[in-house]
């Protein structure tokens, strides 16, 4: 086998390894990726006080 055969091979399997780590990362974040269902409502100021923890 000749040298450039040797490299190419090498940078082709390097790409080939990195390609499949890409996308194994790539298919966990979106396993583990949560869409909210719905954007959070926004709390005025006046109401934040009144759903604190220690207004019971």
Request: no cysteine; aromatic share 4%.
């Amino acid at each position: 086998m000749s040298l450039t055969m040797t490299i190419v091979m090498l940078i082709g399997g390097w790409l080939a390894v990195a390609a499949a780590m890409l996308w194994g990362v790539l298919r966990i974040t979106r396993r583990h990726h949560h869409h909210p269902a719905q954007s959070a409502p926004v709390v005025k100021p006046d109401e934040a006080a009144a759903r604190h923890a220690a207004a019971h």
